[in-house]
C-alpha cells in the first residue's frame, strides 16, 4: 500500500471521481492541500479574486455539462462563511458542488484560533453533507462518500473541512484500486407510469411542466420524444428552460409572475391537466394557488419524496428520477401510438401555437435612452441557436426571459432559488472553463455586475472569453419597481455624478474604466442602432484578445417590466405587440 498524506489521497480521489478543474484561494490552513494538488497534479486549478466567487464558478462548471461536478477551495475561517451563498445557491437548484475548506489543527478547535469557525454547523443546512473531518484516515473516505452523495437522489453540495494537521498527517491509501461508490436514483415503477398516463389520457388540455430536474438527468431527449409521442405540449419552467426548443411547436411558452410569456400564462389557465417532472411548483412560477391549481389535475413526478405535496397536494405523486420516468412515458406513449388508442391533441397544441403566435409584448422602440426591450431584440438578431447564456435576478434577468430565445438544454444557467447579486460573472467564467468552445453571453443590471466585478480579472489572466451585455439603468431596478406597491422610491438609486466620467450623465459608476483596468475590453452604447454593431465588434475583440468584453447599453432610468401577483393579474405596462414590426424577433416571427 502506497503511504501519503492525507490531503494528497484527497487528491487521488478527486482525479478518480473525474475531477480536473478547481476553482479556489490558497491560505495558511489549505496550503497542505494546494501542495498535495502540486504534487499528483493532474488539476487544473482557477485563481479566483473572491472565494464566493469560486464557488460560483464551480456552480457554472457543474451546470454546463451532465456529469460535472464543480469543486472550490478556500481556507479557514472566512474563506468558508464567503461560500456559503453558494452552497446555498446550489442547494436550491439541485446543483452538486464539492467545498473543500482548511481548519485549524484539532488541538485548537475549541480555543477561538485565528480564522477558526465551525463551518460544518454553518454549513449544515445548506448542504446534502457537511464535515470536518477529524482523523487523517478518514479523509479519503470522506470524499468518496461526498461523491456519492452529490450523485446520488436529489443532487446537491457538499462540504469537507480539513484540519490542518489531518491534511499532513501520512496514511495508507492505495489509489490505483479506488472505485466510486455507485449512486442511487429513485425509479418509478411502471404500475406508477400506467397510472400517471391513464390520468393524462382522460385530460382534454394537458400539459407537460418541464422543471430543473429534467436537465440535471440529462432527460431533455426523452422529454421532446414524449411529448412528440402524444401531443402535449410543454410548459418549461425557468430552471428548465432550453430542455424543449423555443421554437418547436410543441413548446407552449413560460409560465408565471415575472420569466414568463403572455401566451405561456394564457395557455396553463386554458388547462385542465398538468403533468409536472422534474419542478418543484416555484412561487415565481405558479403565482397564487388557487388561481394555478383551479380546474385542472396535476401529477407530479420528483426525485425528492418530501417535495411532493411540499407547495399543494398534487392527484397523483411518483417519486423518481426525470430520466427513469420519462423512459417508462415514453415507453407507454409508445405502445398506445402501436396500438393506435393515443389522443388526437392536434387542434389543441395548435390552440396554443395561435397563442403564441398573437400574444406579444412589443420590443421595438426607438427611444433614446435606450428601453429595454429593444436590447433583447437586438440579441436575437446577433446570438444564435448555441449561445450559452447566464443570468442570476434583476429586471435583466425577468426581460431577457421574456424576450430572448434558448434552443438547448443547459443553455441558459440561471441561478433560480436564491438569486444572489453578483452571481453572473464568476458562474460565466465557470461555463468558458467547461465548454471552452461555446459562444457565451451573460446578462446583468448594473447591480448584479458590481457585486463581483473583480472576477472579471480572472477571466483576462485565464484567457476565459465571453460578451457580457451589461443594461445600465443606474437603480436597483427590480427593488425600485417593487416598491411601487409601497408608493415610495427610497435607498435604491445608484445614479451620481462621476467626477471623473462627466459625460455618462450621473450614471455613476463609469463601467468601461473599471472594466479595462481590470484587463478587459468594454464597449459603451447609448442608441439602439449601436447595439448591434458593438455585439459583432464585442465578438471579434474576444476572438482577438482572449479575454471577457463587456458591452454597456445605457438605458432609460425608469422601465416598469411586465409582472404581477398572479396569473391572471400581470401588469403589462409598455405597449403590446399589435403587429410582427412591434416584435419582430419573437419566436413566432423566427419560425
Known sequence: ????????????????EGVDVAFGVPGAAINPFYAALR????????????????????????????????VCIGTSGPAGTDMITGLYSASADSIPILCITGQ????RLHKEDFQAVDIQAIAGPVTKWAVTVLEPAQVPRAFQQAFQLMRSSRPGPVLIDL???????????????????????PRASRAQAEKAMAMLDEAERPLIVAGGGIINADASELLQEFAELTGVPVIPTLMGWGSIADDHPLMAGMVGLQTSHRYGNATLLESDFVMGIGNRWANRHTGNLETYTKGRKFVHVDIEPTQIGRIFGPDYGIVSDAKAALELFVELARERKAAGTLKDRSAWAESCQE????LLRKTHFDEVPVKPQRVYEEMNKVFGRNTRYISTIGLSQIAGAQFLHVYKPRHWINCGQAGPLGWTIPAALGVCKADPSAEVVALSGDYDFQFMIEELAVGAQFNLPYIHVLVNNSYLGLIRQAQRGFDMDYCVQLSFENVNCPEINEYGVDHVSVVEGLGCKALRVTRPDEIVPALKEARELMAQYRVPVVVEVILERVTNIAMGTDLDAINEFEALADEGADAPT???QLT
Not at 49 to 56: F, K, L, N, T, Y
Not at 104 to 107: Q, T
Open 1 to 16: 500500500m502506497a503511504r501519503m498524506t492525507a490531503a494528497e489521497a484527497a487528491v487521488h480521489v478527486l482525479r478518480k
Open 39 to 70: 504534487k499528483v497534479g493532474g488539476i487544473d486549478h482557477v485563481l479566483a479574486r473572491h472565494v464566493e466567487g469560486a464557488s460560483h464558478m464551480a456552480e457554472g462548471y457543474t451546470r454546463t455539462q451532465a456529469g460535472n461536478i464543480g
Open 104 to 107: 485549524a489543527p484539532r488541538s
Open 163 to 185: 484540519p490542518i494537521d489531518v491534511q499532513m498527517s501520512e496514511i495508507e491509501f492505495d489509489p490505483d484500486t479506488y472505485e466510486p461508490l455507485p449512486a442511487y436514483k
Open 355 to 358: 397563442r403564441k403566435r398573437t
Open 586 to 588: 419573437s419566436i413566432a
